[in-house]
Antibody, heavy 116, light 107 residues
Framework: QVQLVESGGGLVKPGGSLRLSCAAS????????MSWIRQAPGKGPEWISY????????YNADSVKGRFTISRDNAKTSLYLQMNSLRPEDSALYYC?????????WGHGTLVTVSS | DIQMTQSPSSLSASVGDRVTITCRAS??????LTWYQQKPGKAPKLLIF???SLQSGVPSRFSGSGSGTDFTLSISSLQPEDFGTYYC?????????FGQGTKLEIK
């Protein structure tokens, strides 16, 4: 069965950086688009980035453009999110999910808190 | 960005009731509409895609309808395990926005 396990979250000061990882198993990772989606406490989810199976096509939401970079390593069946210039409003639970525009499998999430 | 507005924001219903949740898009999104269910402490679960197609493994009491700007998610006979928060999401434009959620409680 599909399994997605995120890691790398934590507490970081405004302006700092974090790199999130997502280890995937149970499906042919290189065949599928993957996305990062975040959810602030008490709010609806917010899609922030996707990447194609080959890694050649990427797209970010305006809210993170120029600050966050999505990447993948198909040999390691892993997805990454490099987050720079973090702001308090980036605080959320970050999920990796399978799919580009709809998401049939999600991880459990990793919590990012941006605070001084 | 396309805004997605759900109503009601919360509701309480009894086992066996028929429940309907609505979602309105700020512009036409054809049938590019997905519904998710989220339980506390868990990730969202895909229920319905393309406005009316049931995801594999989802009980048939769940159904979706609509096109353009107005959509509904219906549960034909509410079961105790159907509590949670329901979200709609548009995939027409690349902002892929979600609604604010409808919290469903079982009486």
């Amino acid at each position: 069965q599909v399994q997605l396990v995120e890691s790398g979250g934590g507490l970081v000061k405004p302006g700092g950086s974090l790199r999130l990882s997502c280890a995937a198993s149970g499906f042919t990772f290189s065949d599928d688009y993957m996305s990062w989606i975040r959810q602030a406490p008490g709010k609806g989810p917010e899609w922030i980035s996707y990447i194609s199976g080959s890694g050649t096509t990427k797209y970010n939401a305006d809210s993170v453009k120029g600050r966050f970079t999505i990447s993948r390593d198909n040999a390691k069946t892993s997805l990454y999110l490099q987050m720079n210039s973090l702001r308090p409003e980036d605080s959320a639970l970050y999920y990796c999910a399978r799919g580009r525009s709809r998401y049939d499998s999600w991880g459990h999430g990793t919590l990012v808190t941006v605070s001084s | 960005d396309i805004q997605m507005t759900q109503s009601p924001s919360s509701l309480s219903a009894s086992v066996g009731d028929r429940v309907t949740i609505t979602c309105r898009a700020s512009q036409s999104i054809s049938n590019y509409l997905t519904w998710y269910q989220q339980k506390p402490g868990k990730a969202p679960k895909l229920l319905i895609f393309d406005a009316s197609s049931l995801q594999s493994g989802v009980p048939s009491r769940f159904s979706g309808s609509g096109s353009g700007t107005d959509f509904t998610l219906s549960i034909s006979s509410l079961q105790p395990e159907d509590f949670g928060t329901y979200y709609c999401q548009q995939s027409y434009s690349s902002s892929y926005t979600f609604g604010q959620g409808t919290k469903l409680e079982i009486k």
